[in-house]
């Protein structure tokens, strides 16, 4: 039989399988460690990588979002580590991901491989000199940056190949999966043949297409707690037709319970507005969430619009690639999460070097509650001072701003 779920419900299911529940215990003295942090990441399965770095890059972000101020440092030993229990490949985009997870992408190593060897006009073609030269380079020094390596390029008799050739052959390699990542270095990959840095038993582990997707759909779900047919397949950026079939056989094995969500979209061929989605047996069916702060442009829970739409009735842009005059909210703009809701959104940056945290513009939601000042107040204070910043500065923008720099005050 199919259940139905009611929107508020699924939308705390939703949250609840993303690591939210009760807000962080507010303290220094209570900081997370290791062992939670590794249990966050393992939960959300993947953390994406961004190079924009306005108010915080966006991996680091989830986990603050979620329990609250931490030890980047801790962090990065955990996830930056040349030989670990992580590693980086494109998941949801460039991610983090737990190791076991590696050898799940083989089938999409191969797809850029035979795409690659179809495309006469691939760089890969006039460039085999290259990466063979980077395959060799890595075999006899090991693990590299692509910094080091561009240098010993420059001092190369032969050819002279600079860092964007350097840089995009070690980019085709990591896409073909034939160099892998050895960590990070103050952001900067560290590149590494499998060999060297990847357990044997991975190095040796062969996982079908279809096993590989079945189980990448199972820890999307997972993640998701209850989700369509799209949002599972876009944690992975997996395609609709074997997405289907890895839920069907999921389905089938009852790791998969089907249910309706009013609202969600109907099934094809019904009338209903019910939508078709699917609850994992293990999600949490939680009578509250006690949430209280902002979320990352690049969180699982809002990268994929149509599911925040669809969770919060939240229509999100980031405005980044927006030209100023045509901004509605803002740069770097990041949802404020109260309750189970989404209630406004703050543009934030990061003033390192005048040690200020930027409100550059705060707007509340239709219907937000009349508290959403006072409760985000301390969320940006402990924001400010997770990032070394010693003062808050609101700019007169945005229909929150006014009480928000009163409740800062």
């Known amino acids: ?23 962080p215990a507010r303290t220094p003295a209570r900081a997370p460690g290791i062992r939670q942090l590794d249990s966050l990441v393992n939960r959300l399965q993947l953390l994406q990588i961004d190079s924009v770095n306005v108010f915080e890059r966006s991996h680091y972000l989830p986990v603050f979002s979620r329990l609250g101020a931490y ?21 949801h985009e460039a991610s983090i991901l737990p190791l076991d997870t590696w050898p799940l992408f083989r089938w999409r190593m191969q797809a850029y491989r035979d795409h690659a060897a179809g495309d006469a006009a691939h760089w890969s073609h006039a460039n085999r000199a290259m990466l063979e030269w980077l395959r060799a380079e890595l075999a006899e020094k090991g693990p590299l940056p692509a910094s080091e390596i561009e240098h010993d390029a420059n001092k190369r008799s032969g050819p002279w190949w600079g860092w964007s ?8 390699l990591f896409r073909w999966g034939e160099v892998v ?5 103050r952001f900067e990959r560290v590149y590494a043949l499998p060999e ?21 759909i199972a820890r999307s779900a997972a993640a998701h707690g209850v989700g369509t047919v799209k949002d599972f397949a876009d944690y992975f950026r997996l395609k609709t037709a074997p997405t289907r079939q890895a839920i069907q056989e999921l389905e089938e094995t009852g790791e998969l319970i089907p249910v309706t969500v009013p609202g969600w979209g109907a099934r094809a061929g019904s009338a209903s507005t019910a939508g078709a989605a699917w609850l994992h047996r293990d999600a949490r069916l939680p009578r509250s969430i006690d949430a209280a702060t902002v979320l990352s442009p690049f969180d699982p829970v809002v990268w994929e619009r149509a599911r925040a739409l669809r969770l919060f009735d939240f229509r999100y842009r980031i405005e980044i690639y927006t030209p100023k005059p045509q901004r509605v909210f803002g740069y770097y703009v990041l949802p404020v999460l109260l309750g189970d809701t989404i209630v ?66």
């Open 1 to 23: 039989m199919t259940d139905t779920l009611s929107p508020a419900l699924a939308r705390r299911v939703a949250l609840a399988a993303q690591g939210f529940g009760r807000a």
């Open 71 to 91: 030890d980047k440092a801790v962090l990065d030993r955990l996830t930056a580590a040349k030989t670990g229990r992580y590693t980086e490949y494109w998941a």
């Open 165 to 172: 050739d350097v840089k995009t052959g070690l980019e085709v």
């Open 181 to 185: 990542s050895a960590g990070r270095n």
């Open 196 to 216: 060297q840095v990847l357990p044997t038993e991975l190095l040796g582990r062969e996982v079908s297409r279809e096993d590989a997707h079945r189980a990448l």
């Open 344 to 409: 406004g959104r703050v543009d934030l940056k990061n003033d390192r070097q005048a040690g200020v945290l930027r409100v550059q513009a705060a707007w509340a939601e239709p219907g937000a509650p009349a508290d959403t000042a006072a409760r985000l107040a301390p969320v940006l204070r402990e924001a400010a001072a997770w990032q070394g910043l010693g003062e808050i500065v609101v700019a007169p923008t945005g229909t929150l701003a006014g009480a928000l720099a009163s409740e800062l005050r």
